[in-house]
T-cell receptor
Framework: ETGVTQSPTHLIKTRGQQVTLRCSSQSGHNTVSWYQQALGQGPQFIFQYYREEENGRGNFPPRFSGLQFPNYSSELNVNALELDDSALYLC?????????????FGPGTRLTVL | KNEVEQSPQNLTAQEGEFITINCSYSVGISALHWLQQHPGGGIVSLFMLSSGKKKHGRLIATINIQEKHSSLHITASHPRDSAVYICAVRRGAQKLVFGQGTRLTINP
């Protein structure tokens, strides 16, 4: 049991809508990373939050945004949804932003955009 | 060419066989992770390596930094080992770069 939880587990939206996905990190972890995994592909890094600040970003447009709260839980927001945003969204928590600290993954939120 | 390449993409074997999954990467890394993903999506971290070899139960992971290559071995494979195995490399403090995964099926 990793202790990382995500909600909701499944979500269906239509093109142009906005969505918010949530992640609760493992107790004591102050860093949350978000990943997008398209069907049949490996996950792609979206961004990372460390102590409530964005701490690195992958190749995703600004309509992908995030927040981290004082309790280190996090949200991923996606505006103006597109069909290609359909994917499994994974969050992972770790103790800090340092390289060698292991990340613990949540179960994911599967987003379908129609 | 992807920064992280795994082989094979798909592997089917019989229960009890020795399994090897390979991962090659083309960039400098600070660590390499082996992850397991079951149907439904949840990812479990199996190993994090920066050098040498690690063993946990029937799983063994090795890394050769000079050759930019890592292998994951499963001894005495079992149907419950059926999953997608993903290699991911850590570049800097923030970013994990993932391979495309190897789908392993172990038949009884």
């Amino acid at each position: 049991e990793t202790g990382v939880t995500q909600s909701p587990t499944h979500l269906i939206k239509t093109r142009g809508q906005q969505v918010t996905l949530r992640c609760s990190s493992q107790s004591g972890h102050n860093t949350v990373s978000w990943y997008q995994q398209a069907l049949g592909q490996g996950p792609q890094f979206i961004f990372q939050y460390y102590r409530e600040e964005e701490n690195g970003r992958g190749n995703f447009p600004p309509r992908f945004s995030g927040l981290q709260f004082p309790n280190y839980s996090s949200e991923l927001n996606v505006n103006a949804l597109e069909l290609d945003d359909s994917a499994l969204y994974l969050c992972a928590s770790s103790l800090s932003g340092r390289a060698l600290n292991e990340q613990f993954f949540g179960p994911g939120t599967r987003l379908t955009v129609l | 060419k992807n920064e992280v390449e795994q082989s094979p993409q798909n592997l089917t074997a019989q229960e009890g066989e020795f399994i090897t999954i390979n991962c090659s990467y083309s960039v400098g890394i600070s660590a390499l992770h082996w992850l397991q993903q079951h149907p439904g999506g949840g990812i479990v971290s199996l190993f994090m390596l920066s050098s040498g070899k690690k063993k946990h139960g029937r799983l063994i992971a090795t890394i050769n930094i000079q050759e930019k290559h890592s292998s994951l071995h499963i001894t005495a494979s079992h149907p419950r080992d059926s999953a997608v195995y993903i290699c991911a490399v850590r570049r800097g403090a923030q970013k994990l770069v993932f391979g495309q995964g190897t789908r392993l099926t172990i038949n009884p």
